[in-house]
C-alpha cells in the first residue's frame, strides 16, 4: 500500500511540473494570451481536469509557475547559494551581486524576459501579487541598509531603482532590437563585462560615497 501512494505522489508530482514547463512554452513560443486550460492541457498531454484537480484552477497553476522561474523568489528562497545575505559589509557586496546575477537571469533565460514584457504590458492579478511579494522582500534587504545611509543624502532605494530598470531595460533591449546602446554592446561577452563592471563601480561609489 505504501508502494502504491509513494507511486501517486511521484505521479502527481511529475503532472504538476509537466503543468508549469506547459505553461513556460506556451508563454514562450505563443505568448500569454494563449494561456488558456485548454491549451496548457493539451502542451503537457494531460486531462485538464488534473489543473482543477491539483491545482484548484489556473490562477494558482500560474501562480505556481511564477513562483518557481520568478528571480526574486528563487532569491527569497535561497536558490543562489553564491549571493551571501550576510550584510556583513552593510549590503554592499549583496547590492552589485543581485543585480549581476538579475542581469545574467534575464540575459540567458528567455521565460525570464516573457514574464518581465507580461508584467510591463498587461494588467494581471498574477504578477500584481508578484510584484508585492518582491517589494516586500526588497524592503527587508533595504531595511538592514537604512543605519548605515542615516543622516547621508544618498537615498539608497532611489539609487537602486535607476540601476535595476537599467538591467531591466539593457537586457530586453540587447534580446529585442540588439545592436549597441551607447556603443557597448551588451551581446558580446566585452560588453556584458563591462556592464557587470559598471555595476560593481556605481554600487562601490555609492556606498564609499564622500557624503557617507
Not at 502527481?12 to 506556451?26: D, F, S
Not at 514574464?115 to 533595504?142: A, V
Request: net charge negative.
Amino acid at each position: 500500500m505504501r508502494k502504491s501512494v509513494d507511486g501517486e505522489i511521484r505521479n502527481k508530482e511529475r503532472t504538476k511540473e509537466k503543468l508549469i514547463e506547459a505553461v513556460g512554452e506556451i508563454l514562450i513560443n505563443e505568448g500569454y494570451t494563449k494561456l488558456g486550460i485548454n491549451n496548457i492541457a493539451r502542451k503537457a498531454l494531460v486531462d485538464k481536469q488534473l489543473i482543477y484537480r491539483y491545482f484548484g484552477g489556473i490562477d494558482e497553476l500560474l501562480a505556481s509557475y511564477f513562483r518557481k522561474r520568478d528571480f526574486w523568489t528563487q532569491l527569497s528562497e535561497g536558490a543562489f547559494e553564491n549571493i551571501d545575505l550576510s550584510f556583513q559589509d552593510n549590503g554592499k557586496k549583496l547590492a552589485s551581486e543581485f543585480l549581476i546575477h538579475l542581469f545574467d537571469n534575464l540575459y540567458n533565460f528567455e521565460e525570464a524576459r516573457k514574464i518581465l514584457i507580461w508584467e510591463i504590458s498587461e494588467k494581471s492579478e498574477h504578477l500584481k501579487k508578484l510584484s508585492i511579494e518582491r517589494e516586500l522582500l526588497g524592503k527587508d534587504l533595504f531595511a538592514q541598509t537604512d543605519e548605515y545611509f542615516k543622516d547621508t543624502n544618498i537615498n539608497l532605494r532611489a539609487c537602486y531603482a535607476i540601476l535595476l530598470s537599467g538591467v531591466y531595460y539593457l537586457t530586453l533591449h540587447s534580446k529585442s532590437i540588439g545592436g549597441e546602446f551607447c556603443e557597448i554592446d551588451i551581446n558580446t561577452e566585452n560588453g556584458q563585462k563591462e556592464m557587470k563592471k559598471a555595476i560593481f563601480d556605481i554600487i562601490e561609489m555609492i556606498f564609499n560615497s564622500p557624503n557617507k
